[in-house]
């Protein structure tokens, strides 16, 4: 039995630079599991040049990949339909998993509409034992008379499985979140408990969240060689507690560690007595989600923080040496005074990371409902976040170079320029 498990990635303008460069961590998951029943694997990722296996037949083919991906999918899962006809095609991951209704072609036999691996791992018993019963459960399967749709399935805690980690030290000097490098990718908790309209992270899982175990985030991270450790958890602690508890942990372990991970500004201000412990338990770096500077905006996507809460976060964690990477949303309504209030806060504030999106619907998010009326645009791979999906107040050719303009001052940081431009480090 070969399975080939593939992450299907669309280029985006950003990557001819590729600021940030990490593992298909998912797909090492599924590895492990394949490894445990015994079954030859191999990853496909073309970020890191790893091309389907010549002179090699698969029996099975999982493919994945974000909302950009999504007609890519479905046009490899026709390539690789032609080639391999007796080969079983899988589609999975956080796309699929709220959109399966856009998987169930003829080129695909089974839509994966779960996060569980052990569904993962009886499906593939069932395809090995050539069981044509389909699962009940979080995954539609193509039967000849049509589709068995699965019934939906969440998982309630986490299944302790831990990924191979044989790709990331194949490729981890080309790992990099800007200028850190050999970053290697930790998942802690699923799904998110705050509910901003823009964001799809919340309603994975069916809106199920399932914290974090510190204890096991953390022992997981020491056992990997890498020099940064970046979890990908969309809030990396919520409460106090969540955060005395990694405190404790780290003490009690004596980890030596150094962290990236996502907190929101309310948090930063809540518990700044914290981030100094904090920083000395291994953050070093956090990615914020200011989203907008001005409250109505931030009501409008539930947001739930205070703008003018955002110049102390940004200082605080200045204050206490932590690297912040700020992230904001520009909207297609946007006018030259909006752009020009950003511009002015990101200099008044000196922040010298940010990312800037384009306010985009990702389907099936609340925002998506709200908005489908008006989009401009539905093909899946402009929802890159750079593409205008919405019609823009000033002409699409202004809005951009407004946009890209807001980009500029990021040449002014050293540690985006060692990123761009220091290949070896
Ligand atoms: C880190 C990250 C990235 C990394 C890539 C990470 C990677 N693994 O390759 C980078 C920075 C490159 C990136 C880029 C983009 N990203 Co991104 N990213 C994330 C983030 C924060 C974590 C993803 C991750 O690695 N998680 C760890 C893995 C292990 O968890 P997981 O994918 O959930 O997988 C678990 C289960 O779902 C399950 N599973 C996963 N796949 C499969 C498949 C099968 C068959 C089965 C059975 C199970 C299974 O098993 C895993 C183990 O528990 C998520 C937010 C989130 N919470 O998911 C957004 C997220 C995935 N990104 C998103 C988007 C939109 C993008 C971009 C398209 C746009 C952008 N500008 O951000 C680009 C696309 C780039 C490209 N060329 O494809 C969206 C996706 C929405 C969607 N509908 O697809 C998310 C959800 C954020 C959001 N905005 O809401 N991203």
């Known amino acids: 039995m070969i399975v080939f498990l593939e992450k299907i990635r669309v280029k985006t303008i950003f990557s001819i630079i590729d600021p940030i460069k990490v593992e298909p961590l998912e797909l090492c998951y599924l590895e492990t599991v394949l490894n445990d029943m015994n079954i030859e694997s191999y990853i496909v990722d073309w970020l890191f040049g790893f091309s ?8 099975i083919i999982v493919l994945t990949g974000y909302n950009t991906a999504e007609n890519e999918i479905i046009r490899s899962s026709e390539v690789y339909k032609n080639i391999y006809p007796k080969a079983k095609i899988i589609a999975g991951g956080v796309h699929v998993q709220e959109n399966a209704e856009y998987f169930r072609v003829s080129t695909i036999d089974y839509v994966f509409h779960s996060g569980s691996l ?36 969440s998982l309630y805690e986490n299944e ?46 069916n809106k199920h969240f399932i914290a974090c175990d510190y204890e096991k985030m953390i022992e997981e991270m020491e056992s990997i060689d890498a020099e940064h450790y970046w979890v990908v958890d969309d809030v990396l602690f919520s409460t106090r507690d969540d955060a ?106 000196k922040i010298d990371v940010y990312t800037i999106s384009i306010m985009t619907p990702l389907k099936k998010t609340k925002l998506y409902e709200e908005m489908e009326g008006l989009l401009i645009d539905k ?28 980009h500029i001052r990021l040449l002014g940081s050293k540690r985006v320029r060692r990123a761009l431009f220091d290949k070896d480090r």
């Not at 593939?124 to 009940?136: G, Q, S, T, W, Y």
């Not at 953050?283 to 989203?291: A, H, L, N």
């Not at 206490?320 to 909006?338: E, R």
């Not at 050719?397 to 807001?406: P, R």
Request: aromatic share 12%; charged share 30%.
């Open 379 to 406: 093909r899946p791979e402009r929802y890159d976040f750079l593409h205008l999906v919405l019609k823009p107040k000033l002409p699409k050719f202004i809005f951009y170079i407004l946009f890209y303009g807001l």
């Open 244 to 349: 005395l508890k990694f405190i404790e942990i780290v003490k009690k372990r004596k980890s030596n560690l150094n962290i990236i991970g996502y907190l929101r500004a309310d948090f930063i201000i809540r518990e700044r007595d914290l981030l100094k412990r904090l920083r000395n338990a291994g953050i070093r770096e956090v990615i914020t989600g200011f989203e907008a500077t001005v409250n109505r905006e931030l009501n409008e996507y539930k947001k739930t923080t205070d703008a003018a809460d955002y110049p102390l976060a940004i200082s605080l964690l200045k204050q206490n040496d932590i690297d912040l990477t700020a992230l904001f949303m520009v909207q297609p309504n946007y006018g030259f005074k909006d752009f020009n209030i950003l511009r002015k806060f990101i200099k008044a504030n």
């Open 52 to 59: 389907p296996p010549k002179g090699i037949t698969p029996d």
């Open 118 to 153: 052990n569904a993962f791992k009886t499906l593939i018993e069932k395809i090995i034992n050539n069981d044509r019963i389909p699962l009940n459960h979080g995954v539609d399967s193509q039967q000849q008379d049509g589709w068995h749709i699965g019934e939906k399935e």
């Open 160 to 205: 302790n499985i831990k990924p191979d980690r044989e790709l990331f030290y194949e490729v981890k000097s080309k790992i990099k979140y800007l200028d850190k490098r050999n970053v290697a990718l930790i998942k802690g908790s699923t799904g998110c408990p705050y509910n901003c309209s823009f964001c799809y992270c919340k309603l994975l899982n």
